[in-house]
């Protein structure tokens, strides 16, 4: 876990492509309309494509979600040039989770990602409709 806080506080204004983003993440971030960065995802972004394994906390709005998902397309896009036997087989196995804690952030979430992926010629499918289930059943 990497504390951002002392990164948030002295963050210079930087752009989408200082970030080390995929060519296909950077199209996608201009796409919504985001022409830079904001603090935490400056911070953040690096750090999580450093590591496949990412928490961040911080207040609603703050751009939490894009800080998440445009590091995962990238790694995405970057597997995608190196193929392997699994995607010969199954071409459209599962490749990442993200895990939201109510129906309500996973349709926000899936939504974000769903116009992300659009841009970046990726897949996205959300099960919020199962979980519903789920929890009715029991």
């Given at each position: 876990?990497?504390?951002l806080k002392p990164t948030l506080d002295a963050a210079p204004e930087r752009s989408w492509s200082e970030l080390g983003l995929h060519d296909a993440a950077l199209r996608a971030a201009t796409s919504l309309g985001f022409p830079r960065p904001n603090?935490?995802?400056a911070a953040a972004i690096p750090a999580a494509l450093e590591s496949p394994r990412v928490l961040l906390a911080a207040e609603t709005g703050a751009g939490k979600t894009l800080a998440i998902l445009l590091p995962?397309?990238?790694r995405l896009k970057a597997e995608e040039?190196?193929?392997s036997p699994d995607t010969r087989l199954n071409p459209m196995p599962v490749r990442a989770v993200v895990l939201e804690p109510s129906d309500e952030l996973v349709c926000q979430v899936a939504g974000?990602?769903?116009r992300l992926a659009h841009v970046a010629k990726l897949r996205v499918d959300a099960f919020e409709?199962?979980?519903r289930q789920a929890r009715l059943a029991h």
């Open positions: 876990l990497v504390n603090a935490l995802q995962l397309i990238s040039s190196i193929e974000v990602a769903k409709a199962l979980l």
